[in-house]
């Protein structure tokens, strides 16, 4: 018997324990072990029910997600043939699930008769995450057992299903009272199933699926659903998969699954959502750190700064239940900061995401002060006064004297230099910074800055902590705007370039979200602000701004006071959330192309494209190459999840590889011909990108 699989024989049940960790990932060892353990006890005359369990406590995450893409994927037994050879044993087979059933996980335990759960199981189908959808029957069993609009509810937003809401839909058919009863309870159930005669697979709950739908019940869920699936195929590929389901006897519906699958992990995006996965998981090894790294304990937080985003960090780590002190200056400042935060929770209460309890809850989590001696017991302290570095340093020094030896000291700042911050304490080794990104109890990225002096358990303990509180960590070292603002700088120089050459702002960002990023650069600069990318501009024009038209058209913006959203008017017109397009900036842009001698010209969208993306890809490397970041796949996390880029294209440096990093050279050289003085200044291929080409490399990576 495999190692892959524990099998015990007792009082007629034969139970199967997974036991490949961390995850039971359903590799072709498993999934040959598990078929060979079913089938085994199916035989044994002695057996007369079978009990499956995750021997680790874990039930089983799905399929080995290091497989797709290789041959692997379908290695026989490949897992549609294991579990519908699974379907077909003459014996009950119940499915223990603790803690988690996902994915291929998932569609093992619907591939047993009876699924039985505990207080902490969560269920799901998460494979649109990956540009995938269920491949091994999970499109065509859970309709059949939920109905088509929860199977379709699962598999588009590839949530998880807590046990309580598992049990209702009939995913679950008994719950145990604990983790540590589950597969005591499992076996009690297998037993009343075996006296009561059950058959091996009870009647479908939906054996026809579309009975019961409105006829055009499919076609409307689709129309309401695709403009939110922008140009992914997955989500078209659950449909599609989920249609069959409704026409085609499960057989043939199973053959569809196949066939769609197939589709999708063979496509560019899945391919993109997978190295996202797996940069995931990369982000957090860091040299120098491993599990041997002690980890200071954070027990309370402090926060300086009530405003918008010293509110949304409070918020993370009272939403986890860490209790925070929150400092400001002015008694109404402080105020206004908690009624925020308050007001925050109740829109989510509002809309039913929170209740009224959990609410207070945390909200009792929070103090305000406005001393400085309140902060002495914290044992991580992050700052988020105004972006100003004599402003940060003078907060340092105090919380130099006031705080306890050990406490983390943090800067939020989005660009500043953290060594300087660090060198007005005595403790450089203790401070760090940690970029939120606005709104700060919604983004998932944080940038953990490691300065010269950080120490090794300080990096190692706000990693973890950034993870505690939801946030995607990823290592940055120290250089002006870390490496996501460092990338905005050349790729929003570009777009104001463009503007004063002849585009506008509209047919800029109609490129950008044409790729699917959430957001157009001079919507996402009216969004934070056009006086706050302003005054970042500002603080470094000195070091880069060589050139006379170097985002004019946002200084102008500026200093007329036209901010963005804040004030109702930036690059665009706003009448509420209503966006409008200000024909005044395309005047505004005439006008300054004239005194800046720019020529105005008609603009194609793939010159946006190519000098707005390319642009950003180069900083990225050269960031790479500095040492400032760890790896590309780091930069594609950050870009992801702090900027919106999409993640079925994997981030600017995926991106990047899928175009051709020799593509992308011969575009930045083109341009720094083809546009005179200008391309000259800016267009200069990052050395590593002319490394990496010339040595035929495809993968960005350091060498
Ligand atoms: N395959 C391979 N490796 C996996 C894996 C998987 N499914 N899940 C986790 N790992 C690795 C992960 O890379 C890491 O490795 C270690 O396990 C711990 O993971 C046919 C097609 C389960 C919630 O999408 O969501 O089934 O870095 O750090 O924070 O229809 O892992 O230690 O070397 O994330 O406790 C569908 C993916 C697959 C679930 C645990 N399933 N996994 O989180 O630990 S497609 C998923 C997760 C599929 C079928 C389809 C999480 C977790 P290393 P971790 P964690």
Not at 61 to 82: M, N, T, Y
Not at 138 to 151: D, I, K, M, N, S
Request: a negative charge.
């Amino acid at each position: 018997m495999s190692s892959l699989v524990t099998y015990q024989v007792e009082d007629g049940l034969a139970l199967i324990g997974l036991a490949r960790p961390p995850v039971n990932a359903l590799g072709q060892p498993l999934r040959e072990a598990i078929l060979q353990a079913c089938e085994r006890a199916d035989a044994d005359a002695a057996v007369r029910a079978i009990v499956l369990y995750g021997a680790n406590g874990l039930f089983c995450a799905g399929a080995d997600i290091s497989e797709f893409g290789s041959p692997a994927s379908f290695a026989a037994p490949d897992l549609p043939d294991v579990l519908l050879r699974l379907t077909r044993l003459d014996k009950p087979l119940v499915a223990a699930i603790g803690r988690l059933a996902l994915g291929g996980g998932l569609e093992l335990a619907l591939a047993c008769g009876y699924r039985v759960g505990e207080p902490q199981t969560h269920v799901g189908l998460p494979e649109i995450n990956l540009g995938l959808l269920p491949g091994a029957g999970g499109t065509q069993r859970l309709p059949r057992l939920v109905g088509v609009a929860p199977a379709l509810e699962m598999m588009l937003s590839g949530a998880q299903v807590p046990a309580a809401r598992a049990l209702e839909l009939g995913i679950l058919d008994r719950l145990a009272d604990s983790a540590g009863q589950l597969l005591d309870c499992a076996c009690q159930f297998a037993r009343e199933l075996i006296a009561s005669g059950a058959p091996a697979r009870p009647a479908e709950r939906f054996p026809d699926p579309a009975s019961g739908l409105e006829a055009d019940f499919l076609e409307r869920y689709r129309a309401e659903q695709e403009p939110r699936w922008k140009s992914r195929l997955a989500p078209r590929l659950v449909f599609s998969a989920v249609e069959a389901a409704c026409l085609l006897p499960l057989e043939q519906g199973l053959a569809r699954e196949v066939a769609l699958f197939k589709q999708a992990e063979d496509s560019l995006q899945s391919q993109a959502q997978r190295h996202v996965f797996f940069a995931e998981r990369e982000a957090g090894k860091i040299p120098g750190i491993d599990a041997s790294t002690p980890l200071r304990p954070i027990r309370k937080v402090a926060v300086i700064g009530a405003g918008t985003m010293g509110g949304g960090i409070a918020m993370n780590f009272i939403n986890v239940g860490i209790p925070v002190t929150l400092l400001e200056r002015q008694g109404d400042a402080l105020d206004r900061g908690l009624a925020q935060i308050r007001q925050n929770y109740s829109i989510s209460v509002k809309r039913g995401k929170l209740s009224e309890e959990r609410l207070e809850q945390r909200m009792a989590l929070l103090t305000g002060t406005l001393d400085y001696a309140d902060l002495a017991d914290a044992d991580l302290v992050i700052e988020a006064v105004f972006e100003q570095l004599q402003i940060k340093q003078e907060v340092f020094r105090q919380l130099d004297q006031v705080c306890k030896p050990g406490a983390i000291l943090a800067t939020n700042t989005s660009s500043l230099d953290v060594d300087q911050i660090a060198a007005v304490t005595t403790r450089a080794q203790d401070v760090i910074g940690l970029h939120f990104f606005s709104p700060a109890n919604v983004m998932r990225l944080l940038e953990v800055v490691n300065a010269r002096e950080t120490a090794a358990d300080v990096l190692a303990t706000t990693l973890r902590m950034g993870r505690t509180i939801g946030k995607v960590p990823v290592v940055s070292g120290v250089c002006f705007g870390f490496i996501g603002n460092r990338m905005l700088e050349p790729y929003a120089r570009e777009a104001h370039r463009l503007v004063l050459e002849g585009a506008t702002p509209e047919q800029v960002d109609a490129v950008l979200t044409g790729l699917d990023l959430n957001m157009g650069v001079f919507s996402m600069l009216d969004l934070a602000g056009v006086d706050v990318n302003f005054l970042v501009r500002d603080a470094n024009r000195a070091a880069i701004a060589h050139d006379p038209s170097y985002c004019r058209i946002g200084d102008e913006l500026y200093s007329l006071g036209r901010y963005g959203q804040k004030t109702g008017r930036g690059f665009y017109l706003y009448e509420g959330r209503n966006r409008q397009n200000d024909y005044e900036v395309v005047a505004l842009a005439e006008r300054l192309a004239g005194e800046l001698h720019v020529a105005r010209r008609p603009i194609a969208d793939q010159e946006i494209h190519d000098r707005c993306l390319f642009m950003l890809i180069n900083e990225g490397i050269q960031l790479l190459d500095e040492g400032i970041a760890l790896r590309a796949g780091d930069i594609d996390l950050v870009w992801i999840n702090g900027y919106g880029f999409p993640a079925h294209l994997g981030g600017p440096m995926h991106y990047a590889e899928q175009l051709g990093l020799d593509k992308v050279l011969a575009g930045i050289e083109h341009y720094r011909q083809s546009l005179g003085e200008y391309g000259r200044m800016w267009f200069t291929p990052a050395p590593l990108l002319e490394r990496l080409v010339a040595a035929g490399k495809t993968r960005i990576e350091r060498f």
